[in-house]
């Protein structure tokens, strides 16, 4: 479904990515792990197109979308959730979800998609009408992953999102995760929480200062006494 192929990005001087290549199927869930300054959010953006790329490709279900702008990546089925929720903290939580189907005109198909996101995240629903900067941090972050929803994805990027948030919410979150993969969505995401991330994905892949150390089935590299040590606390 997605395919990144030698992706090189610079910041100046500064070669953040160094030639990362990794394969997404349609239905999985793959992870992206390591150390901070890995490489991680700069992957998503650059495949989002957020930043630009020094060299490579990036095909979406074959379509090369290597340079195509991120209005046009939207539309094409991928989105991203950033890091940090970033919801508009004027507007309201309903607002927030309508502007996740800004580029979408299927009306009816818009309301079906905003009864499902008030299934998966109930608290949204009771709190339709608050602006989105009084929520929790939990709330904000269900808030952001419904928007990206109302753009109907095919594919969606997840970046850090457990970041901040209390253990229980944590859990609660990656169950979230869980249940919007089986509804059909395929999911990339890039997670601090290596733990939660290997327990919930299909496959991950691990970055080293921009490079592609391993990748493996995330059952077998949650086992594995590098990874335990590295990145599991071990």
Do not use: W
Request: glycine content about 8%; proline content about 3%; hydrophobic content about 40%.
């Amino acid at each position: 479904m997605l395919s990144v192929k030698n992706l090189v990005v610079h910041y100046g001087s500064i070669n953040a990515l160094k030639g990362v290549s990794f394969e997404v199927e349609r239905g999985e869930i793959i992870c992206l792990i390591g150390a901070n300054g890995a490489g991680k959010t700069t992957t998503l953006h650059s495949v989002s197109s957020i930043i630009k790329k020094t060299s490579g490709q990036v095909l979406l279900e074959d379509c090369d979308i290597t340079q195509a702008k991120p209005d046009f990546i939207v539309k094409a089925g991928l989105v991203q959730v950033p890091e940090g929720r970033r919801v508009f903290a004027n507007l309201t939580v309903k607002e927030n979800l309508e502007m996740g189907a800004y580029t979408r005109k299927d009306k009816t198909e818009i309301k079906h998609d905003m009864d499902m996101v008030f299934d998966t995240f109930p608290r949204l629903k009771e709190r339709l009408n608050q602006a989105a900067g009084t929520l929790s941090g939990g709330e904000q972050q269900m808030l952001a992953m419904g928007r990206a929803l109302m753009s109907a994805p095919k594919l969606l990027l997840l970046d850090e999102p457990s970041m901040g948030l209390a253990p229980m919410l944590v859990d609660e979150i990656f169950s979230v995760i869980r249940r919007i993969n089986e509804n059909g969505a395929t999911i990339l995401l890039v997670e601090q929480n290596a733990h939660k991330a290997l327990e919930v994905a299909d496959r991950c892949y691990i970055l080293e200062t921009g490079i592609v150390k391993k990748s493996g089935k995330a059952a077998s590299l949650i086992n594995d006494p590098a990874i335990i040590e590295a990145y599991l606390g071990g």
